[in-house]
């Protein structure tokens, strides 16, 4: 058996695809490349994929990782030629020692994110407020549970890096790295730049809040590696 | 609001997206003509239809046509669009319909006429057809329900009658020189009409009488009497499908589907389908394989359904499914056969592609009694149903489900007593012959429809059952089916008794149609949308009483609104087989013998 590793784009209007459609639509396009795909057993058998961090349906990415066993090795040409719709392109594809899951070792996702306001800021210091929002004690929000009853997070706890990149007009981008691990938890970007724009008493209308996933960072060996590097 | 915003706002945006596996992008020049087929309801249910894929596949083959799809927003959708000023788009280039040449709509079941309205509403486009000048798209429609054309007689220019592939490349023909400017809007309509299987209602005047009833149609132009329905003669070699547009969502139907052959021979008396699409036309073994191989390969879908009306009545179903079984399961791929009969050869054939996937049975005796599945002329017998029960339950099925019709011409409450009969005798059935190991207990779903007479069917001239009958009947059934193995389920007949005021309904429906829009009707066919007290209002405000369409016995020698379609076969097969059905005779199955329903001779020509 073999674990091909794919790196890939979901940008365009293909960011509008749920997880499900997008596990779907590669299953699909596996199938009819003839990929040599390992199968479940039982009554529904069905491909072996693990898509690791899920992106939220409307954010789009530059760089998304995903697992697929084969029974045998396939031309890795072959892989990187496969044609998905416009926005799914697969940028870097080899065959890995998958020991451990995909899905756990994902710990941080770098995202760029892009305001659009009814009118302009250009006047307000953004840069400045960015410091002080990052050096409060907390920044509490309310966060429902998968029971269902609501409990407080501290999302300072969860932000590795924010910053404000650009700002010009209507139009203000920042950067953030953010936990997105099951276990330590995640912090969703849009929100992030909600609470941020809460703190500096943002009173402009917004837009359009636009989400790009830019990098992924596993921990390996004790230090964070991007994607890129993996 | 640009659509990216209103995409990041909505449930599901992938409804709205385009650019799935297979899907056209053409560069669109002044020549391109731009086709938009329109499905008047959600992706999930459009992209299901088989007959899209056929059409959006055939035309784009044509280098000057670029065919673009179309559906009706979701509700959340459509509010952004209206709250911003938006329009429609197409899901491939984005472009407004009023940008494009032909707007082609779809016409499965009656209640989307007002989604129709509301996607021309929603594009800025006026309804009637007398409102539209050559600055607006062609409005087109096909379909089962263009078979009764009439109720939207006055929105649509231009009707498809019977099997598109041969005439919409026909009609392109004709559409050219129009796009070119070389002839007029009326001389394009007149010349379409010429291609045969096409209806082009403003050449058509009904004249009713002063009870409502077509006395005659006037001819305003050079144009065929009738309209004969259009059919692909040579299925085997005609267009073959051999790829598909592989959906995002979670549509109803999400496998390749494969025709394997059109019209049914089985003649069951209240089935529309059963008698427009005849006849019989086969694909051979070797061509279906052929499709099935073409299309998985380009689609990756993991499972394929062999499609028709009666699909295990197929010549060689046994062969042909045990083949493709064969092939495919290694890649784990499914087969799956979308109706089943009720008899121990099809149990045998599902047992074939229960290897690789076990899905639930369903049957459809249709009605309680062989007195009246003889009147219905559905060759189910009694003796059938327990052979079935015995085999599936036998072979370790625990769950079935029956489709069952009620308010069916000459239906009593002993009829209703039969459903829950069958229902019970699976579940004794179940007892006696289930495998010892099986664990599971038996669950038996029953689900009822409201009968509704259809065109051009031994029963278009029966009154429908009115409302409170339909009622007392389902109450009945509920205090019958009280096993507690038994599910009930049944189908509003709310719905059904507007169903049957379109399905045989006349050209003075328009109005109501869109008075019930401007009050607020659309998605009629969806329970959470449809609101009957919206079209009682409608039809009052009109003047126009429902019961005249449905509940009035008509006589043999009404002129009906759907005369003008002739669709092969004969008004006098009709009445026979009508008058057969109250005399409790059935008629064979006519792949045994021909039992002259007429369209050998009127559509293929030659002898019966």
């Known amino acids: 058996m073999e674990t091909l590793r794919i790196v890939y784009t979901k940008q365009k209007y293909m960011r509008y695809l749920s997880h499900l459609e997008l596990m779907k639509l590669f299953e699909r396009v596996f199938r009819f490349q003839k990929l040599p795909l390992k199968f479940s057993e039982g009554f529904n058998p069905h491909p072996k994929m693990t898509f690791a961090a899920p992106l939220s349906v409307g954010f789009s990415s530059q760089a998304e990782i995903m697992e697929v066993q084969l029974n045998e090795r396939i031309d890795l040409e072959h892989v990187l030629q496969m044609k998905f719709p416009d926005g799914i392109q697969i940028i870097k594809a080899k065959y890995v020692d998958s020991k451990k899951a995909l899905m756990a070792s994902i710990d941080f996702s770098e995202y760029m994110i892009r305001i659009d306001f009814g009118a302009s800021v250009s006047e307000y210091p953004f840069e400045e407020r960015a410091e002080s929002f990052l050096n409060q004690e907390a920044i509490h929000y309310e966060k429902k549970t998968k029971k269902g009853t609501m409990k407080t997070v501290n999302a300072l706890e969860l932000v590795k890096s924010f910053s404000v990149i650009f700002k010009e007009e209507n139009e203000l981008i920042l950067r953030a790295t953010l936990a997105s691990n099951s276990s330590m938890g995640s912090l969703n970007p849009e929100l992030l730049a909600n609470l941020f724009l809460n703190f500096c008493k943002n009173e402009k209308e917004i837009e359009q809040i636009e989400v790009e996933r830019i990098n992924l960072f596993m921990t390996v060996d004790k230090k964070l590696v991007s994607l890129y590097e993996l | 609001?640009?659509?990216?915003?209103?995409?990041?706002?909505?449930?599901?945006?992938?409804?709205?997206?385009?650019?799935?596996?297979?899907?056209?992008?053409?560069?669109?020049?002044?020549?391109?003509?731009?086709?938009?087929?329109?499905?008047?309801?959600?992706?999930?249910?459009?992209?299901?239809?088989?007959?899209?894929?056929?059409?959006?596949?055939?035309?784009?083959?044509?280098?000057?046509?670029?065919?673009?799809?179309?559906?009706?927003?979701?509700?959340?959708?459509?509010?952004?669009?209206?709250?911003?000023?938006?329009?429609?788009?197409?899901?491939?280039?984005?472009?407004?319909?009023?940008?494009?040449?032909?707007?082609?709509?779809?016409?499965?079941?009656?209640?989307?006429?007002?989604?129709?309205?509301?996607?021309?509403?929603?594009?800025?486009?006026?309804?009637?057809?007398?409102?539209?000048?050559?600055?607006?798209?062609?409005?087109?429609?096909?379909?089962?329900?263009?078979?009764?054309?009439?109720?939207?007689?006055?929105?649509?220019?231009?009707?498809?009658?019977?099997?598109?592939?041969?005439?919409?490349?026909?009609?392109?023909?004709?559409?050219?020189?129009?796009?070119?400017?070389?002839?007029?809007?009326?001389?394009?309509?007149?010349?379409?009409?010429?291609?045969?299987?096409?209806?082009?209602?403003?050449?058509?005047?009904?004249?009713?009488?002063?009870?409502?009833?077509?006395?005659?149609?006037?001819?305003?132009?050079?144009?065929?009497?009738?309209?004969?329905?259009?059919?692909?003669?040579?299925?085997?070699?005609?267009?073959?499908?051999?790829?598909?547009?592989?959906?995002?969502?979670?549509?109803?139907?999400d496998r390749a589907a494969i025709e394997i052959f059109r019209g049914c021979t089985k003649g069951c008396r209240f089935c529309q389908a059963g008698m427009i699409y005849r006849p019989v036309r086969?694909?051979?073994?070797?061509?279906?394989?052929?499709?099935?191989?073409?299309?998985?390969?380009?689609?990756?879908?993991?499972?394929?359904?062999?499609?028709?009306?009666?699909?295990?009545?197929?010549?060689?179903?046994?062969?042909?499914?045990?083949?493709?079984?064969?092939?495919?399961?290694?890649?784990?791929?499914?087969?799956?056969?979308?109706?089943?009969?009720?008899?121990?050869?099809?149990?045998?054939?599902?047992?074939?592609?229960?290897?690789?996937?076990?899905?639930?049975?369903?049957?459809?005796?249709?009605?309680?009694?062989?007195?009246?599945?003889?009147?219905?002329?559905?060759?189910?017998?009694?003796?059938?149903?327990?052979?079935?029960?015995?085999?599936?339950?036998?072979?370790?099925?625990?769950?079935?489900?029956?489709?069952?019709?009620?308010?069916?011409?000459?239906?009593?409450?002993?009829?209703?007593?039969?459903?829950?009969?069958?229902?019970?005798?699976g579940t004794y059935i179940f007892k006696q012959v289930k495998p010892e190991s099986m664990k599971k207990s038996v669950q038996v779903t029953v689900s009822t429809s409201c009968f509704v007479p259809k065109p051009f069917t031994p029963f278009q001239w029966m009154p429908q059952s009115t409302m409170d009958d339909f009622y007392e009947k389902i109450d009945y059934l509920k205090t019958k089916l009280i096993n507690k193995k038994v599910v009930y389920n049944y189908h509003d007949p709310k719905t059904s008794v507007l169903e049957g005021v379109f399905a045989r309904g006349d050209r003075k429906l328009s109005k109501v149609i869109l008075k019930a829009f401007e009050l607020g009707a659309k998605f009629d066919g969806w329970q959470e949308y449809f609101d009957y007290s919206i079209w009682m209002q409608a039809f009052e405000a009109c003047g126009v009483d429902p019961d005249f369409y449905t509940v009035r016995k008509r006589d043999y020698n009404e002129l009906f609104p759907w005369d003008i379609i002739d669709p092969g076969v004969t008004k006098d097969y009709l009445i026979s087989e009508n008058e057969k059905a109250l005399s409790g005779v059935t008629t064979i199955d006519c792949r045994e013998g021909c039992t002259a329903c007429g369209v050998n001779v009127n559509i293929i020509g030659g002898a019966c």
């Open chain 2, 1 to 253: 609001m640009k659509l990216e915003a209103m995409l990041q706002r909505v449930e599901k945006p992938s409804r709205y997206i385009g650019g799935e596996i297979n899907t056209f992008n053409k560069e669109i020049t002044a020549e391109m003509i731009r086709f938009a087929f329109c499905f008047p309801d959600v992706y999930e249910v459009g992209m299901s239809y088989l007959g899209l894929q056929i059409i959006y596949s055939l035309l784009n083959k044509e280098e000057d046509v670029f065919c673009e799809r179309v559906f009706s927003p979701w509700k959340d959708m459509e509010e952004l669009i209206r709250e911003n000023n938006q329009t429609t788009v197409t899901l491939e280039t984005k472009s407004k319909l009023l940008d494009m040449d032909v707007l082609a709509f779809t016409l499965q079941y009656e209640l989307s006429y007002t989604n129709i309205i509301n996607m021309l509403d929603l594009s800025h486009i006026p309804f009637y057809a007398k409102d539209r000048s050559d600055v607006h798209p062609l409005i087109v429609a096909g379909g089962p329900c263009a078979y009764n054309p009439e109720p939207i007689a006055d929105f649509v220019d231009l009707f498809f009658i019977g099997e598109g592939e041969e005439q919409l490349i026909e009609f392109i023909e004709v559409y050219r020189p129009y796009k070119a400017g070389k002839i007029t809007k009326d001389e394009m309509l007149l010349a379409a009409t010429k291609i045969g299987g096409v209806y082009v209602p403003k050449f058509y005047e009904p004249v009713y009488d002063e009870k409502g009833i077509l006395v005659e149609v006037n001819r305003k132009a050079d144009v065929p009497e009738k309209i004969k329905k259009r059919i692909v003669r040579d299925f085997d070699k005609g267009f073959q499908l051999e790829t598909m547009i592989v959906p995002f969502a979670d549509v109803v139907h």
């Open chain 2, 282 to 425: 086969e694909k051979s073994p070797e061509t279906i394989k052929s499709n099935v191989d073409k299309i998985l390969s380009t689609t990756g879908f993991e499972e394929f359904s062999l499609t028709s009306l009666s699909t295990m009545d197929y010549s060689s179903i046994e062969t042909l499914v045990s083949d493709l079984v064969q092939q495919y399961e290694k890649e784990s791929i499914g087969v799956s056969l979308p109706s089943l009969r009720l008899d121990s050869f099809s149990v045998d054939v599902v047992k074939e592609i229960q290897k690789i996937r076990k899905t639930g049975l369903t049957f459809a005796p249709e009605a309680g009694t062989q007195r009246l599945r003889d009147v219905i002329n559905k060759g189910v017998s009694s003796e059938n149903i327990e052979t079935t029960f015995r085999s599936i339950f036998g072979l370790g099925w625990s769950r079935v489900k029956l489709y069952f019709m009620i308010g069916l011409p000459t239906e009593t409450h002993e009829d209703l007593d039969g459903i829950s009969d069958i229902a019970n005798l």
